[in-house]
């Protein structure tokens, strides 16, 4: 099965993932505030918790800055 794996970098949230494999970034409210296919960087984030989508994987993390 195909594998993902999400940090953060200050304000940045990373994702590491498979070519094609569709990513997405979700505010902790629900709002979806981006999409891509296979590895991204989700950058300038304000503080708070998102949830990072790739492929059937979810992943909650906080960015603290």
């Known amino acids: 099965a195909a594998t993902a794996s ?3 970098e200050g ?9 094609g494999m569709p990513t997405a970034l979700f505010d902790i409210n629900g709002p979806c ?3 891509a296919m ?3 960087s989700f950058n300038d984030l ?3 918790v998102y949830i990072v ?5 979810a992943f909650k ?3 603290n800055i």
Request: hydrophobic fraction near 40%; avoid cysteine; charge should be neutral.
């Open 6 to 8: 999400v940090r953060t």
């Open 11 to 19: 304000s940045n949230i990373i994702v590491t993932a498979e070519d």
């Open 33 to 35: 505030l981006g999409t």
């Open 38 to 40: 296979g590895s991204t």
């Open 46 to 48: 304000a503080s708070g």
């Open 53 to 57: 989508t790739a492929g059937r994987q």
């Open 61 to 63: 993390i906080a960015v």
